[in-house]
C-alpha cells in the first residue's frame, strides 16, 4: 500500500542543503518541502564512513517519521558514504516505497556538457575526496574524462562561522585552488564538490583562469529532481503540495535561522528536533 502524501525531505548536515532548497523553492514551488540540518554534529567532512553513515540513517528516520516519501542528501559527504547503504539495505527492507536520492549522481551524469578537454577537477570534503564517488561515477558514464580532486577541510568552518567574505578566506581558497590545477594544466572544468562552496563561488572565480567553468549543484539538482518526478508518477503522487517549507535543525533554532538566511537569502523559522538518537544503524 502506497503512503499518505507527504514532504519532501532535504538533509544536510548543516546549511549547505539550503542552496539546494532555494533553488526548488524557485523551479518546483508548489511542493512542500521539510529541511533537516544535523548542525549538533556538523561538519561530517572529516568523520569516518561509518559514522556519516549512522548519523545519516538517524536523520532520515527522523524525515521520515515526519512523513516525508522522498529525501534528498543534499550533502556530498552523506551522498558518498552514506547513500548506497541507506538505499540499499534499509529502504528495501523497511520502507520499499521511499526514496532517497544523492546529490552526486545527477552531478555526474552532465559532467561532459561543460568540458572540452576531458580533465575536470573537484572541490569537496576530505571524506567527499576520500570516497572516491566522483572519479567512479565519472568513469562508469565517461571512461575517458581524467578527474583530479582536492580536498578543502577549511572551507566548510569559514563558511559556518561566517569568516568565507573576508580577507583572510582569501588565503585559503587561493591554496587550495593551486593544488587542484598544479594536477593537470589542461583542467577546464571544476565541480563544486560541496554544496556550501556556492557562498564562495565567486571567490573562486577571481582565482581562476577565465577559461575555466565552476559547476555548482543546485540548477543540476532541481532539474534532476524534476526529470525524475516526471519518469515516476507514482511517487510524484505521494508528493504534498502546499508550497510550504518548514525548517529543523539538531542545534539551536536562533543560531540556525541566523547563518540559515545567508544560504536561504530570506528570513528562516526553525525547530529544534534531535536525530533519531534511537536508531540503531543495525535496525
Known amino acids: 500500500m502506497n503512503p499518505e502524501p507527504g514532504p519532501i525531505g ?15 523553492k ?7 518541502y521539510i529541511y533537516y540540518g544535523d548542525n549538533a554534529r556538523a561538519p561530517y567532512g ?17 524525515l521520515l517519521n515526519k512523513g516525508c516519501n522522498l529525501i534528498i542528501l ?4 552523506a551522498s558518498a558514504k552514506a547513500l548506497r547503504t541507506i538505499q540499499q539495505t534499509y529502504l528495501t527492507q523497511i520502507e520499499p516505497y521511499k526514496r532517497v536520492l544523492g546529490v552526486i549522481r545527477p552531478t555526474t551524469e552532465i559532467v561532459d556538457r561543460y568540458t572540452q578537454s576531458g580533465h575536470v577537477g573537484i572541490l569537496g570534503t576530505s571524506g567527499t575526496v576520500a570516497s572516491m564517488s566522483y572519479p567512479i561515477e565519472i568513469a562508469k558514464y565517461f571512461p575517458k574524462i581524467k578527474v583530479y580532486q582536492q580536498a578543502c577541510p577549511l572551507w566548510v568552518p569559514l563558511i559556518e ?14 591554496k587550495y585552488l593551486d593544488q587542484l590545477l598544479s594536477q593537470s594544466p589542461f583542467i577546464d572544468t571544476i565541480i563544486l564538490g560541496c554544496t556550501h562552496y556556492p557562498l564562495i563561488q565567486d571567490k573562486i572565480m577571481a582565482f581562476l583562469p577565465a577559461h575555466i567553468k565552476v559547476v ?12 525524475y518526478l516526471q519518469r515516476h508518477p507514482q511517487m510524484e503522487k505521494i508528493c504534498l503540495k502546499s508550497s510550504k517549507i518548514e525548517y529543523y535543525t539538531s542545534d539551536d533554532p536562533g543560531t540556525f535561522d541566523k547563518m540559515a538566511e545567508v544560504f536561504f537569502g530570506e528570513q528562516v523559522n526553525s525547530k529544534h528536533l534531535d536525530a533519531g538518537l534511537e536508531f540503531d544503524i543495525e535496525h
Open 10 to 24: 532535504i538533509f544536510d548536515s548543516g546549511y549547505g542543503g539550503l542552496t539546494i532548497l532555494k533553488q526548488l
Open 26 to 32: 524557485e523551479d518546483l514551488p508548489d511542493y512542500t
Open 46 to 62: 572529516n568523520r569516518s564512513f561509518e559514522t556519516v553513515t549512522h548519523y545519516t540513517q538517524q536523520c532520515v528516520e527522523t
Open 74 to 77: 543534499a550533502c556530498n559527504t
Open 161 to 174: 562561522n561566517n569568516e568565507h567574505t573576508g580577507d583572510g578566506a582569501d588565503y585559503f581558497i587561493k
Open 216 to 227: 555548482s549543484q543546485s540548477a543540476i539538482v532541481s532539474h534532476s529532481l524534476q526529470d
